[in-house]
């Protein structure tokens, strides 16, 4: 189907001007702030390579959260071993099956086996770390590879943070504080340069129409979610990693995958209310 892919540059995005956000990601200092003061559980999508093996890598570092939920398609996989390997050094974390594909079923089972560990507790950062891309011009595209991107980049990140809501709220109720932060109840969705409407002219890059239009969608969905969930506690927003060494393809890429994660989770450590709805780099 293709490849995971964040390949992103450093911008602002399609959101008012008082959305508009530039944060660079770069590596933290010495004092940079520990995973644990943020958040006391973590779900990471997509955390069997790159970006979201990385993250689960180091927030595993100690002192971790409490809960750090890996997910994956295949916990058993062949190709899952170095996140298996990871788990058994950790106990933090918690590998949750979640199909790749829009599936409801797969879904409510990864948010029961979630709920499961966090009793009565809720759940406080979502990372939706999903991605794929196909590169396709105005002749070679294919209606329903563009729906199936669609479905992957848009509807699925999407309909998982819809079911995951009520342990959101739930953490959002009890965290017994104001204001927004990873702390309370966050919705990170990872994004792109390459789906912004106001850069993408700048951007020389081949017309990309499926990626593009699909990242281009989940950045307003990301809008939509945060005007949607601010009342009730939670913070959402969009961040781009940067273009990032994933997988042999991107081996032009400038940065490595580890920089670029410390670099994320220093931004996460600032995010306040006056974030939601923005678009980090």
């Excluded at 994956?72 to 788990?87: F, I, Q, T, V």
């Excluded at 070679?140 to 709220?169: G, H, I, W, Y």
């Excluded at 081996?251 to 490595?256: D, S």
């Amino acid at each position: 189907m293709g490849t995971q892919s964040h390949t992103l540059g450093c911008t602002q995005l399609l959101f008012t001007p008082s959305r508009q956000q530039s944060c660079r990601v770069s590596p933290p200092s010495a004092e940079a702030v520990e995973m644990a003061a943020l958040a006391w559980s973590i779900l990471v999508m997509g955390s069997n390579q790159g970006i979201g093996l990385e993250l689960v890598r180091q927030l595993a570092a100690s002192p971790p959260p409490q809960h750090i939920f890996a997910t994956c398609c295949d916990p058993e996989g062949l190709r899952r071993k170095a996140l298996r390997e990871l788990a058994a050094q950790h106990p933090s974390i918690k590998l949750v099956q979640l199909a790749d594909t829009v599936n409801l079923p797969s879904m409510r089972g990864a948010v029961q086996a979630v709920g499961s560990h966090l009793k009565d507790q809720g759940l406080n950062l979502l990372i939706n770390n999903v991605g794929i891309s196909l590169h396709a011009t105005l002749r070679s595209l294919d209606s329903q590879e563009m729906l199936s991107v669609f479905a992957t980049n848009v509807v699925r990140p999407l309909q998982v943070t819809k079911e995951f809501l009520p342990l959101l709220e739930k953490a959002a109720k009890g965290a017994g504080k104001e204001g927004l932060s990873c702390s309370r109840a966050t919705v990170i969705n990872v994004s792109t340069k390459l789906g912004s409407i106001r850069l993408c002219l700048g951007v020389p890059e081949a017309p990309m129409y499926l990626y593009r239009a699909s990242k281009a969608a989940q950045n307003m969905v990301t809008r939509c979610m945060a005007a949607d969930l601010q009342d009730k506690g939670i913070l959402c927003m969009a961040i781009h990693p940067g273009w990032v060494k994933t997988n042999m393809e991107m081996e032009k890429a400038p940065l490595m995958v580890e920089h670029s994660m410390q670099g994320i989770l220093t931004v996460l450590a600032s995010l306040l209310q006056d974030t939601s709805g923005a678009f980090l780099d």
